[in-house]
Every structure is written in structure tokens, then in C-alpha cells.
């Protein structure tokens, strides 16, 4: 390593993270950049091995919870900031240099938001979720287009994976129908592909079974209704201990559950939700919310009563939003106090 690219006594680094090289900016107590160096992967770390412990910024992206786990083990404080957070530091025209300086300047700013440094075992945990998330979708392709293959020939099958599958052999069997000799190979094949995709999703979630049963965190998450073994373990892949958190609310906030204020000269607008943050989260938990609003035994549980009272004067969509808010209240609670879990109290009457 060059003597230019030897740590200096900066308070803070920014790092602008690419594939192979990584931009870093240092600057001193008053905000000036008094160091600027590109690295490559491993030149970086002996950089920051070399340095004394500083505060270390970079920006949300692929490989920067690899990069901060590293060099918090080097004895670094590192933050992470979500892209949309640094942009308004970015002076001028943009480069790597002005990206790394911008970061370095967000990370110290008081009221900023940072992501939270996720553990291996988190990761691994979302990458599960992300790929049935993947094969779920792939799943609702695959039955329509073979639901659009079959129109073109005057067959018209049932809507929902379920029915499809229980109708689909029944076509193929049929020679009364218009299909053709090459249209009933292709279905076949198609329909094939399908099973294989059901049976490898059908593993993905009997592996998320098995890590919920085996978390303590994840079994009490699953005494809140609505939450099962796929929202809980997703929870707890995307916000950890929910620590990051100061109040409940804010989780509600983090998943994009709470309205969207625009509000000016002391009027105070508040429109539909922010739908901000992890969306596969949120529409878990918003699925969830919705099977309770259906089946829910109003009359056992304290939530009932509140439900009556929002159906009453609310459209059903914004019961179960509403529900959905309050749910990732509860499981704020849950998540931050060790041993506790959702108490299914019968309401009280008068």
C-alpha cells in the first residue's frame, strides 16, 4: 500500500462500493475531505485494519452487509444508509469521489436513518423467503398462461391454483374438446413443470417451518393472529430484534403501514399508506390481517370489538390495513421484550 494511501487521522469514512473497486473519502472534525483513495476488495481492508477505530459510512446496496460485518470486526463503527437518504448530499455533477464524500457527510448527520447490519444467519433466512417469493411468482405464470393456452381453443378453466390443478387433467383427458395433438403436449409439459415448481416450494416451506419451531422469538410471534411461520421468520430476517425501533409505531412507520402526510401552513393532510419499506413484509402481514378480519372469533378475543366498531364506519380494505398496523405494533412488543407473546384475553363486558 502507498504511503497516499495510508489512513489518516480522519473522524469519518465514506465508502462508495462497487463490484471490484471501492471509492473512499475521509473528512476531519469540521467536514473537509482530507483524504480521497480508490481500493480494490482486499486492499480495502488492510486499509481499514490499519486504521483506528473510526465511524465508517456506505450506502444500502448488494454486498454492503458483507462489507460491514468485515469491517466491524476490525473494531469500526459502521452505519449503513438507504440510497434515497445520501442523494440529497450529493453536490453537482456525480461521481464515485462525490458519492463516497456525500456518504461520509449523511452518516454524521444526528436525525439520520440507518439499516440495521443484518447477521449471516438473517441473510440466509431472506434469501429463503426471496426465492419462494421468486417461485410463487413463477407459479402464478405458469397457470396463466396455460389458463390463456386453453381460451385460445374454447376452454375455460377455473381461476385459482387450486382448481386449475384439479381441472387441468380433466381437460387433457377430454377429446370432445378442441385441444389439438400438439396443444395437449405442450399443456402437458407445462403442467409437469408445475408440479416440480410445487414440490420445490413445498421443501422451501417445510425448511422455514423447521427454523420458526426451532427460534423462541419466532414461536412467540406466532401467538399474534395473523402471523404464521412465513411472516414470522421473514420479520425476523428483516428487522432482527427490532431494537432500531424506539416506539412501535415506528415499526408500523418502517413497513409502510401508517398514512402518508402532506401538510403545510398548520393543515394537516394525511392521505393513504406510505407503503414504504420491505413490501413483501408488509404484504404479509397485510394477508394475514385479512384472515383475521374474516376469521377472527371476535367474541374470544379483544381485537373483536374493535373490529366491529371499525367496520361499522370503515370500507373493509382499510379495517384490514388498520389491523395490519396494529399487528406490527404488537409484534414491536414481542420482538423487544424477552418472553413475551400475545395474550388472547376475552374481551370484557359491561
Known amino acids: 500500500m502507498t504511503i497516499r494511501n495510508k489512513p489518516r487521522p480522519a473522524t469519518v469514512f465514506g465508502i462508495d462500493i462497487g463490484k471490484n473497486l471501492f471509492h473512499v473519502v ?55 444508509i438507504p440510497a434515497q437518504f445520501v442523494k440529497p448530499y450529493v453536490k453537482s455533477n456525480k461521481n464515485d469521489i462525490i458519492d463516497a464524500a456525500a456518504i461520509a457527510e449523511a452518516v454524521t448527520r444526528p436525525t439520520m436513518r440507518f439499516v440495521e447490519v443484518r447477521s449471516p444467519e438473517q441473510v440466509d433466512l431472506q434469501a429463503l423467503h426471496r426465492i419462494r417469493d421468486r417461485m410463487i411468482s413463477h407459479r402464478t405464470r405458469l397457470i396463466s398462461q396455460m389458463r390463456a393456452f386453453c381460451l385460445e381453443y374454447g376452454v375455460a378453466i377455473h381461476q385459482g391454483a387450486g382448481k386449475f390443478k384439479a381441472d387441468l387433467p380433466r381437460v387433457l383427458a377430454d377429446d370432445a374438446n378442441d385441444l389439438t395433438p400438439a396443444m395437449r403436449r405442450i399443456l402437458a409439459s407445462i403442467f409437469d413443470e408445475l408440479r416440480q415448481l410445487e414440490q420445490r416450494i413445498a421443501e422451501v416451506n417445510r425448511e422455514i417451518e423447521a427454523i420458526a419451531a426451532r427460534s423462541d422469538t419466532a414461536r412467540r410471534l406466532m401467538t399474534i393472529p395473523g402471523i404464521g411461520p412465513l411472516a414470522a421468520t421473514a420479520l425476523l430476517a428483516a428487522a432482527g ?55 377472527l372469533d371476535r367474541s374470544r378475543n379483544r381485537i373483536g370489538a374493535w373490529l366491529d366498531g371499525l367496520q361499522k364506519r370503515m370500507h373493509a380494505n382499510k379495517v384490514t390495513v388498520a389491523l395490519a398496523a396494529k399487528i406490527a405494533r404488537i409484534v414491536w412488543v414481542v420482538m423487544t421484550k424477552p418472553g413475551a407473546s400475545y395474550e388472547r384475553r376475552d374481551p370484557a363486558f359491561s
Open 26 to 80: 475521509g473528512l476531519d472534525g469540521s467536514g473537509t475531505p482530507i483524504q480521497k483513495a480508490t481500493f480494490r476488495r482486499d486492499t480495502l481492508l488492510q486499509f481499514f485494519a490499519r486504521a483506528e477505530p473510526i465511524l465508517v459510512g456506505m450506502e444500502a446496496c448488494p454486498g454492503s452487509q458483507w462489507l460491514a460485518r468485515r469491517i466491524s470486526a476490525l473494531g469500526h463503527t459502521v452505519r449503513i
Open 241 to 295: 430484534s427490532a431494537r432500531q425501533f424506539k416506539k412501535a409505531r415506528d415499526m408500523a412507520a418502517w413497513l409502510g403501514l401508517v398514512p402518508r402526510q402532506y401538510s403545510t401552513g398548520g393543515k394537516t393532510t394525511l392521505l393513504g399508506i406510505s407503503k414504504r419499506g420491505n413490501k413483501y413484509l408488509r404484504r404479509m402481514i397485510i394477508h394475514g390481517a385479512r384472515s383475521c378480519v374474516t376469521h
